[in-house]
Nanobody
Framework: QVQLVQSGGGLVQPGGSLRLSCTAS????????MGWYRQAPGKQRELVAA???????EYVDSVKGRFTISRDNPKNTVSLQMNSLKPEDTAVYYC??????????????WGQGTQVTVSS
């Protein structure tokens, strides 16, 4: 059983920045890909960013150049730095453990979700 605890998020004005973090329990964090998903009201959950066990990254087109995913294996933590935020980035953000890197399908374990609201 893996537990994921998220932190960060909140309310920010357009153009601002936020950082999300997700810390996983257990000792196998470093061998698994991790991902950040988001779900806006009335929309399906979408993959925002993913990072492989080797540090390779993938991003949805809408956040490329603005968001950066990173991982700190000794701390079992994956982070999402979000810059130049737009109102359309407003959503609940979830971290995901053991994402299938080959097909970018989510694993079975999710964080509790963090609200990100971009509004003036």
């Amino acid at each position: 059983q893996v537990q994921l605890v998220q932190s960060g998020g909140g309310l920010v004005q357009p153009g601002g920045s936020l950082r999300l973090s997700c810390t996983a329990s257990g000792s196998l964090f470093s061998i698994y890909a991790m991902g950040w998903y988001r779900q806006a009201p009335g929309k399906q959950r979408e993959l925002v960013a993913a990072i492989s066990s080797y540090g390779n990254t993938e991003y949805v087109d809408s956040v490329k150049g603005r968001f950066t995913i990173s991982r700190d294996n000794p701390k079992n933590t994956v982070s999402l730095q979000m810059n130049s935020l737009k109102p359309e980035d407003t959503a609940v953000y979830y971290c995901n453990f053991a994402l299938n890197w080959a097909i970018l399908k989510p694993g079975d374990y999710w964080g509790q979700g963090t609200q990100v609201t971009v509004s003036s």
